[in-house]
């Protein structure tokens, strides 16, 4: 996704000197900002980095904070971001299921300026998660593997591969339950 979403950016002409001669070469033109939400999103945030290796980086610490009622809402803990105004914002997280964390973490990133462009990337999206992200951020570019119709009483995306987090490090001890 990485490569697509470079095809989009802006670059501009040098002039590049080689022992053979000068060569015309394209370089990026944009300041690159990867954001990517913990825990989940980090071998993405990852992957991002191995084509865009010399961009800045932003992270948020959300997750649900799950009610004894079967609803939730969306914490944030942790958020740190370069200046982002005038940059391209990439954020990332392997699933968007109702799109709340992400739509709080755009905000959030928000506090550090006001982006260029805003790109965000997800593996399997819901249906309903793009819709509330759209809605949110109608000017954003959405990039996907795949989108899922359902979604469960509780928000999982049916389908979907499970826990990112837990496929990635392992099943947490505490999982926000109150």
Known sequence: MAYE?????????????????VAECMTLNDDIVLSTILRAGLPMHDGMLSVFDRAENAFVS???SNHKDGTFEISLEYITSPELDNKVLIICDPMLATGASMVKSIKALMEYGTPREIHIVAIIASSAGLEYVNLAFPEANIWIGHED???T????????LGD??????????YDGEE
């Not at 979403?5 to 001669?21: C, D, M, N």
């Not at 009483?153 to 979907?160: K, Q, T």
């Open 5 to 21: 979403i470079s095809k989009k950016l802006r670059y501009e002409s040098i002039q590049t000197v080689t022992p053979l001669g």
């Open 164 to 173: 990112a987090g837990d496929l990635a490090y392992g099943k947490k001890t």
């Open 149 to 151: 119709e359902e979604l």
């Open 153 to 160: 009483a509780r928000s999982y995306i049916v389908p979907g």
């Open 62 to 64: 959300a997750y649900r």
